[in-house]
């Protein structure tokens, strides 16, 4: 089985920074893309930032110049560094990856979502 977990969710005022990560554990053969989605209430789950596992980055426009996305590719772990946070970025964010298992199946596999609470 593989299984995503993410964590660094949290309350901020607007300004601040926060940094998310997630880890992916257990049968792994190979990751290829990784990214950060967010849902906020009522709308639809849009696509924050994404990563190749050679290091190609993609963000929204909503977000570029403020949020930056990393991996470690040793430790199967993504993160989403967050700064100059607006009260719009207020969601539930939820890490991706495609991963090959070592039983050769690809699938794309989701972590279980962080809150992230942007105070005005």
């Known amino acids: 089985q593989v299984q995503l977990v993410g964590s660094g969710g949290g309350l901020v005022q607007a300004g601040g920074s926060l940094r998310l990560s997630c880890a992916a554990s257990g049968n792994i053969f190979r990751i290829t893309g990784m990214g950060w989605y967010r849902q906020a209430p009522g709308k639809q789950r849009e696509l924050v930032a994404a990563i190749t596992s050679g290091g190609g980055t993609d963000y929204a426009n909503s977000v570029k110049g403020r949020f930056t996305i990393s991996r470690d590719n040793a430790k199967n772990t993504v993160y989403l560094q967050m700064n100059s946070l607006k009260p719009e970025d207020t969601a539930v964010y939820y890490c991706?990856?495609?991963?090959?298992?070592?039983?050769?199946?690809?699938?794309?596999?989701w972590g279980q979502g962080t809150q992230v609470t942007v105070s005005s």
């Open positions: 991706n990856a495609r991963i090959t298992t070592t039983q050769n199946l690809v699938s794309t596999y």
